[in-house]
């Protein structure tokens, strides 16, 4: 299957210290390929809550947290937070338009957050089909 002139990659990507050494290695968490910038925007975000809420439930809509079990002081830095914020931040239309250009106009886009003893990576990158010497 080749790349057509409208196809993205999504790509979502966990990297963090093996335990006990200092090495480093990527875990992919999902990936996606659709013909549509809008779908791939859509994924991303679904993808940053996705992960947010695995690693830690929204304690504002979570049912089972009470609010004795709120902390007061959040760890820094709080990933979940951070990909809950960006997820929010992407559905607003001037940040839509601008990510929709710029995948659209063939530069990847990326956002990058960190969390304790852990980095998360949430890309979509434009896939060109080579274009055949006429």
């Avoid at 057509?4 to 966990?14: E, F, K, N, R, V």
């Avoid at 990510?99 to 060109?128: H, K, Q």
Wanted: proline residues 10%; hydrophobic residues 40%; neutral net charge.
């Amino acid at each position: 299957m080749t790349a057509g002139p409208g196809d993205y990659w999504c790509q979502a990507l966990a990297v963090g210290l093996v335990y006990g050494t200092d090495r480093e290695v990527p875990y992919v968490l999902g990936t996606c390929r659709t013909e549509s910038s809008d779908f791939a925007l859509r994924w991303l975000r679904v993808a940053a809550l996705h992960i947010a809420e695995r690693l830690d439930p929204d304690p504002a809509r979570s049912t089972w947290v009470r609010g004795t079990m709120r902390l007061v002081s959040v760890p820094v830095p709080d990933g979940p937070a951070e990909l809950r914020v960006w997820a929010e931040e992407i559905k607003e239309p001037g940040a839509q338009r601008a990510a929709r250009a710029r995948i659209e106009g063939g530069e990847p886009l990326s956002v990058v957050v960190p969390d304790i003893g852990c980095r998360y990576t949430l890309s979509v990158w434009p896939l060109r089909a080579p274009v055949s010497p006429n």
